[in-house]
């Protein structure tokens, strides 16, 4: 009897239990990025299973125990809401790990990210020696924030300077692009655009320098991305004059040996 009593109030006790964690998972919030810098845009997005009537989600982001952000969010009669934030001003000063709750009655729900303020972000500005072959080597002046660059190396058949790098967290990386090496020109040597591969996938950049001597591009990266190719029109080592002169020689070569066969079989 004592055991019998003693299982239904287990049972009870897991059902209640079970109802709790029903009740609190009622409402999910989650970011866009698991990490900020500052400046960037935080989008704050979530769900209700239950809308109830007018209710808004009251949402707070906490670093520390103090208060950084609060804001009042509509839901919408599907259950979703949305806030943006941009992680900016006085109050986002320390970097380090942030939570940001949301409240719907008495449901919570929390989700967290990282966030470096600009006095925190790390910064390498320094040069890359780079190996062109019989032209010896050439230097490129870079900037990166959110990784180190591991090589650059040339490929000559893609007219490409293709640059790895450790990509720790999303960041950018700036290159000053020396023209004697490295160029994109439209047939009347006017500048034309570069076109930017990430691990395989065209992306955009930014040019912020034209120079008469060097040109200076901007790309953007994701954490873990590692091969950043910047394809060109031209990029040392190129053919020399006397390996174009040799290539010929011997395409005429094939040339001519290919219509005396032709003409001993007729």
Do not use: C
């Not at 949402?59 to 934030?85: L, N, P, R, S, Y």
């Not at 729900?109 to 470096?116: I, K, L, R, V």
């Not at 990166?144 to 960041?171: C, H, P, Y």
């Not at 001597?213 to 190719?229: C, H, K, L, P």
């Amino acid at each position: 009897m004592e055991f019998r009593i003693f299982y239904i109030l287990a049972t009870l006790l897991i059902i209640s239990t079970s109802t709790v964690f029903a009740q609190e998972s009622i409402i999910t919030i989650q970011t866009d990025d698991n990490h900020y810098d500052e400046g960037d845009t935080i989008v704050i997005s979530g769900n209700v299973n239950t809308v109830i009537g007018d209710t808004p989600v009251l949402i707070q982001i906490v670093q520390e125990g103090a208060i950084i952000e609060i804001a009042q969010i509509i839901v919408a009669q599907d259950g979703t809401f949305t806030k943006t934030i941009i992680a900016e001003g006085g109050v986002w000063k320390k970097g380090g790990e942030y939570t940001i709750r949301a409240f719907y009655q008495e449901h919570i729900a929390e989700s967290s990210f990282s966030f470096t303020p600009k006095s925190e972000a790390s910064e390498t500005t320094t040069n890359f020696e780079v190996d062109a072959g019989s032209r010896g080597t050439f230097d490129v002046e870079y900037t990166i924030r959110g990784g180190t660059v591991k090589n650059m190396v040339v490929d000559s058949e893609i007219f490409a300077l293709i640059v790895q790098v450790d990509s720790i967290d999303e960041g950018l990386i700036t290159l000053n692009l020396p023209r004697e090496f490295i160029g994109a020109e439209k047939q009347d040597g006017k500048d034309d655009t570069f076109i930017i591969l990430i691990d395989g996938i065209e992306v955009a950049y930014q040019e912020s320098v034209v120079g008469s001597e060097s040109r200076v591009i901007t790309i953007n990266f994701e954490q873990g991305d590692s091969d950043i190719e910047i394809i060109g029109t031209y990029v040392v080592p190129e053919f020399s004059t006397i390996a174009v002169m040799i290539l010929i020689v011997g395409i005429m070569t094939t040339i001519v040996m290919t219509q005396k066969k032709f003409q001993l079989k007729i």
